[in-house]
């Protein structure tokens, strides 16, 4: 087998949040046609008794720890050095001593890029073919963060969208190919950047449908008479944080006076200080960091996604479309998924709307479950098919 250089930006393991489910299924999938050499940072303490279990799918691993506040702190050089705060937040002596190396004493031409930023420890004298898996176009996450903000934080998400495009488009233009996680996602990179709009494609996410299935067998952790709206997802993340701060304030105060049993469960690691205050409604459970999330979902009356700041694929919608659940989201929650017309899925332009759509579902009876949530995704996001397009595309 051909030997492959992967870099990610996070430990792919355990998958349990976005960017780690992409990662984790690329790796056990790829390993089966590559011989992998894996490097990557941990930024979470919790994530490094993993390492084993990364171990044991690669030929050889380097793992270097990445505190998130110094690391932000060193972020602030890219100001001096004109660049994105990004690149200074993830350069590494350490890791480029790695790459260097393994490239040297493996005679590796093949290297993956999981996130832009790990691009920047492939130089031109390594002399490898890089295929560059964007994920999500992150600059224009940066733009819509933009617009959230006030002040010097506004000025320093659109200089940061600004000069991450142009890194983006860079490391796009020495690229072999440049993968996001949609078509819509890749025809937003291509309009920003149109000189290398051949060389743009995508690989969807998937869904382990085996895993992420109705028949679970596991007990509700609910009370019987709750009518439980829920909430997935890494809760330190802001576009999720938003989401949830937002959906409290402005929709579930409303839907809680006509339906007094209702219940907001927001279910996610590491929940920020915004959405922990949002406990003080109890009618709102903050659980923090669960060892399954799929008990939630599977006894919730509802699935909500309010998200207003979203790039590429959800998988928290995916999953519970997978689990045959109802899903109500926002317009900016279902980008990128095609869901066919007869889906159990309500989309939402703002609150009012949001509000009459999650009423008309919980003033009719539990019916069925939602099996053609279900049957879409099993159809159409299958790991094994979508990470078949990217070992290819590598090989060529």
């Known amino acids: 087998m051909d030997n492959l250089l992967f870099l990610a930006h996070r430990i792919p393991y355990p998958p349990n949040k976005g960017d780690k489910i992409r990662s984790y299924h690329f790796l056990s999938h790829l390993v089966a046609e590559f011989t992998v050499y894996l490097g990557t940072f941990i930024d979470d303490p919790h994530d490094w008794q993993y390492t084993p279990m990364v171990d044991a799918l690669c030929a050889e691993t380097c793992y270097q720890g990445l ?14 050095t004109g660049e ?9 002596a350490a890791m480029q001593a790695w790459v260097d190396a393994v490239i040297k004493s493996h005679a590796i031409k093949k290297v993956l890029i999981f996130s832009s930023v790990m691009a920047m420890y492939i130089r031109p004298e390594h002399g490898v073919e890089m295929v ?3 994920v999500d176009v992150d600059s224009d996450k940066w733009r819509q963060y933009a617009e959230k903000k006030h002040g010097v934080a506004r000025w320093i998400y659109r200089r940061e969208a600004r000069y991450l495009l142009a890194y983006e488009r860079r490391i796009a233009a020495v690229a072999k190919a440049c993968l996001l996680v949609s078509e819509q996602e890749a025809a937003l990179f291509k309009a920003l950047a149109p000189e290398v709009a051949e060389k743009v494609g995508f690989v969807n996410n998937g869904v382990d449908t085996g895993y992420f299935a109705p028949q679970h ?24 944080v938003d989401a949830v701060v937002w959906f ?16 907001f469960y927001i279910v996610g690691s590491k929940p920020s200080k915004a959405v922990l205050e949002l406990a003080n409604n109890p009618a709102i459970i903050v659980t923090g960091r669960v060892d399954d999330v799929r008990p939630y979902v599977a006894y919730a009356r509802l699935a909500v996604a309010p998200l207003r700041i979203a790039r590429g694929i959800q998988n928290k919608v995916l999953e519970a479309m997978a689990m045959a659940k109802v899903v109500v989201a926002s317009h900016a929650a279902m980008e ?18 949001m509000l009459a759509q999650l009423s ?10 939602a099996l053609v949530n279900r049957e879409f995704v099993v159809a159409h996001f299958s790991w094994q098919q979508n990470v078949h397009k990217l ?6």
């Open 67 to 80: 505190q998130p506040l110094p690391a932000k702190i060193k972020s602030l050089q890219g100001l001096v």
């Open 84 to 92: 994105a705060l990004s690149l200074p937040y993830y350069r590494n």
């Open 132 to 134: 560059v898996d964007l």
């Open 217 to 240: 067998g596991a007990v509700s952790p609910y009370q019987a008479d709750a009518q439980v709206l829920v909430f997935t997802g890494a809760m330190d993340y802001w576009a999720n």
């Open 248 to 263: 409290a304030e402005q929709v579930f105060p409303r839907l809680q006076a006509r339906y007094p049993q209702v219940v």
């Open 336 to 353: 990128g998924i095609p869901y066919p017309s007869d889906a159990e899925v309500a989309v939402s332009e703002d609150a009012g709307q």
């Open 360 to 369: 008309g579902y919980l003033q009719v009876p539990v019916t069925a479950p």
């Open 391 to 396: 070992a290819a595309l590598i090989q060529e």
